[in-house]
T-cell receptor, first 114, second 112 residues
């Protein structure tokens, strides 16, 4: 799987938008971009994923650069409950030998201040 | 509601003992996974299964085994626990053909 690069940590204030970046310069044309987050003392949870177009769901938005070499997870109004480690993961559409498996990096630790 | 559960949530054992961690999901997912999480290493894949009677080794499988006798369960066995296996263990499942995984709450294992 192609490699992703994320900042180690970011900080935000409650009620403000948060933009979490992810660089994936070696992304292939069939790689989906997935985001998971892990709240303290919990298992990871799926946030969002996309291929080329920007995506929105009830949790967040995913903005994908036109060249697909980077993406940004957007939390529109951060709450204290959004404090977590956020992981950006690439997954090949066709899976191959790595079908179904997720490779987690170190992620970005998001701190939300009241 | 469908869910994925792990038991026990906390376990303390001694070096050399056999330990089995349970994972049960009610989504009827074909794919199941076991990860361990340690400080400085993130989540690493131990074993995974794409269906009944199917098991595969992941990145860090030495000292661990799994068996899949039904769709709902994928127990993880530490044949002879070692202090290096002190960790938090997460089980996950996903529907066949998708990458969206649903994780359990984790089991914190301490090997003394």
């Amino acid at each position: 799987d192609a490699k992703t690069t994320q900042p180690n940590s970011m900080e935000s204030n409650e009620e403000e938008p948060v933009h979490l970046p992810c660089n994936h310069s070696t992304i292939s044309g069939t790689d989906y971009i997935h985001w998971y987050r892990q709240l303290p003392s919990q298992g990871p949870e799926y946030v969002i994923h996309g291929l080329t177009s920007n995506v929105n769901n009830r949790m967040a938005s995913l903005a994908i650069a036109e060249d697909r070499k980077s993406s940004t997870l957007i939390l529109h109004r951060a709450t204290l409950r959004d404090a977590a480690v956020y992981y950006c993961i690439l997954r090949d559409l066709f899976g191959g030998t790595s079908y179904g498996k997720l490779t987690f990096g170190q992620g970005t630790i998001l701190t939300v201040h009241p | 509601d469908a869910e994925i559960t792990q038991s026990p949530r906390h376990k303390i054992t001694e070096t050399g003992r056999q330990v089995t961690l349970a994972c049960h999901q009610t989504w009827n997912h074909n794919n199941m996974f076991w990860y361990r999480q340690d400080l400085g290493h993130g989540l690493r894949l131990i074993h995974y299964s794409y269906g009944v009677q199917d098991t595969n080794k992941g990145e860090v499988s030495d000292g661990y085994s799994v068996s899949r006798s039904n769709t709902e369960d994928l127990p993880l066995t530490l044949e002879s626990a070692a202090s290096s296996q002190t960790s938090v263990y997460f089980c996950a499942s996903s529907e066949q053909g998708t990458d969206t995984q649903y994780f359990g709450p984790g089991t914190r294992l301490t090997v003394l």
